[in-house]
């Protein structure tokens, strides 16, 4: 078979300065949620299609809302994720 399924390529904006309401903030896991995989990885930026300018200030507020995350977390996960980063 040639066709071959891959990350389906939709049309690539960075969704940050293509809305201004949306905030790029920690407090927001709902937005964040879409640019990191269920694993918690952050999605690359060529995959998301974000510009270097919303990239960076994205990994920065991931990285933030990990840490807040982090501060809920039972002593035995946090132990468990702090080995893990
Ligand atoms: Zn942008």
């Known amino acids: 078979m040639a066709f ?3 990350f389906t390529p939709k049309k690539k904006f960075c969704r940050f ?3 201004k309401n949306l905030p790029v903030d920690y407090k927001r896991p ?3 949620k879409d640019f990191v995989t269920d ?3 952050i999605i690359a930026r060529r995959i998301t299609g974000t510009c ?3 990239q960076r200030k ?3 507020e991931i990285k933030r809302a990990r840490q ?3 501060l809920y977390y039972t002593a035995t996960h946090s132990a ?3 080995k893990k980063m």
């Open 4 to 6: 071959k399924k891959k």
């Open 17 to 19: 300065c293509a809305n």
């Open 30 to 32: 709902d937005i964040l």
């Open 39 to 41: 694993r918690g990885k």
């Open 52 to 54: 270097a300018k919303c």
């Open 58 to 60: 994205l990994t920065l």
């Open 68 to 70: 807040m995350a982090m």
């Open 80 to 82: 468990d994720l702090l």
